[in-house]
């Protein structure tokens, strides 16, 4: 059997409500490497999460499943959701399942399961947890989050519970590396009642998504799709957006007609990039194979400059030469003290958040829906 479902809920996001029907077969005939530098990091890190919080905590510099050696980065990175997780694993009344495979037949009755980091149930307080460590860069919306909704499924049917409105589900996104505003644990809580209806409409995206004549539709779901290079929807958006680029714009606009015109033009924006990002990966991975592709080479770039003696004796150099080449001496910063123990209260007394420069941002639907929830 195949380590990915068709219907995979890692990506959930695009194949489900308002992403791409066609995405799992597109994703299919088209499989990323689970071999890159990025993907064994992220396993090392789930790796390192699960063991540790089942008490098998790896030293450092241990081999991961897929070969890559866990760190001090991922060590600092997975203390929150470790700390959190072992909570509910020492809790008498709290059942509890890490790295644990679950399958959901209420969105599919084959082709949807997966593995998910955590999830435990409190039968006493009628309490799901549906939670998710992701360790790259990238901002990842905790609130009507696809793929936890998918894993509150398995996990309900791991656990042998029925949901209903009584019930109260607990989802939450831990995500270290991501710096934003809605901070690196984001949670979101719903009742059991508002979980039926996003599982009931998961269920019939999942129905559309295996129709072998399912729709291509762009969207925020290309960014990552494997097979934007080859999608002709795409490939049409990324047309059309380049054909705008040639025609004049009328000098004058009223308001209502130029933030129609600016949203246009961010998405062609956006679909271009994804576009452009898809061709690059296909056209250089060509290059390496060493196929000639006329106008195009596969050329180094400059690094950034580095001292190739130790430390010690750049220091040195700098002595003789009457130049102090150390760095000044800086604390750590506020986060970093946080994960250290010190109390949040007197961080805070010590620290300031600033704000970051103003925007124009579009209006989002479900930033809407977050503000009435």
Known sequence: MSDHAFLAPSSA???????????PRMAAAFPEDDGTLEAREGDAAHW????????????????????HPVNEEMAECAWAMVT????????????????QRVEMPEIHPTLNWGRM???????????????????????????????????????????GVTIDHTWTIDNRIYQPRSFHEDGQIKRWVCDGARFLELRAQLAAAATAAVDPDAPMVTGAQCHH??????????????????????????????????????????????RLEDLETGLDAFVSEALRSGVRIPGWEMKPGTARERWTQPVADVLALGAVLGVDLQKPVEPITPAQARKKGIDAAVISAYSERPPGAVKLQPVDEKD??????
Not at 87 to 99: F, Q, R, S, Y
Not at 368 to 373: E, P
Request: proline share 7%; glycine share 10%.
């Open 13 to 23: 996001s695009a194949w489900g409500p308002g992403g791409c029907p066609a995405y």
């Open 48 to 67: 390192y999460v699960s063991e540790t919080a089942l008490g098998r905590r790896p030293e450092m510099g241990a081999v991961a499943p897929k070969g």
């Open 84 to 99: 959190d997780m072992r909570a509910k694993i020492e809790d008498p009344a709290v059942m509890t399942a890490t790295e």
């Open 117 to 159: 980091d955590f999830g435990a149930i409190d039968p006493t307080k009628r309490i799901l947890y549906a939670w998710d460590f992701k360790y790259g860069h990238g901002y990842v919306d905790v609130f009507e989050n696809w793929q936890l909704v998918d894993y509150a499924v398995g996990a309900a049917r791991h656990f």
């Open 225 to 270: 799709c494997p097979a934007r290079h080859a999608c002709p929807a795409l490939k049409r958006v990324g047309g059309v957006a380049m054909d705008m680029s040639l025609r004049g714009v009328p000098l004058e606009l009223e308001p209502e007609n130029a933030g129609l015109l600016l949203r246009m033009v961010r998405t062609a924006r956006e």
């Open 368 to 373: 809407i829906r977050k503000a009435f929830q």
